[in-house]
């Protein structure tokens, strides 16, 4: 069975950064794609990091690009979020997520949260002004 655990959030300044990852278990690092999302109360999940390991694409929204690097490590089973330049507004709870769909990033990006298969429980990311 999948497993996704997510760690590394917490309190940052303005301006700062900070470094998710996301444990997983349960699945081989070959045909999968990944993306982190993030959810503030009211309002909807977005996603923020896409990656497809089935045309080796990624994808990032206008709202975090340049800031935010999305990277594996197949070796360690882990997903990372590397984020910089944090502002407020990308204060949130982050959910890294796991799909065997088949998908390149051109498709993953218009989905929906509920077309993904696999969650992780999140990890709340606070950036102070």
């Known amino acids: 069975e999948v497993q996704l655990v997510e760690s590394g959030g917490g309190l940052v300044q303005a301006g700062g950064s900070l470094t998710l990852s996301c444990a997983t278990s349960?699945?081989?690092?070959?045909?999968?794609?990944t993306a982190w999302f993030r959810q503030v109360p009211g309002k909807e999940r977005e996603g923020v990091a896409y990656?497809?390991?089935?045309?080796?694409?990624?994808y990032y929204p206008d709202s975090v690009k340049g800031r935010f690097t999305i990277s594996i490590d197949a070796a360690k089973e882990t997903i990372y979020l590397q984020m910089n330049s944090l502002k407020p507004e990308d204060t949130a709870i982050y959910y890294c997520?796991?799909?065997?769909?088949?998908?390149?990033?051109?498709?993953?990006?218009?989905?929906?949260?509920?077309?993904?298969?696999?969650w992780g429980q999140g990890t709340q990311v606070t950036v102070s002004s």
């Open positions: 997520v796991i799909d065997f769909s088949g998908y390149g990033t051109d498709v993953y990006r218009t989905l929906g949260p509920d077309d993904f298969g696999h």
């Open positions: 990656f497809s390991n089935y045309d080796r694409s990624t």
């Open positions: 349960g699945f081989t690092f070959d045909d999968y794609a």
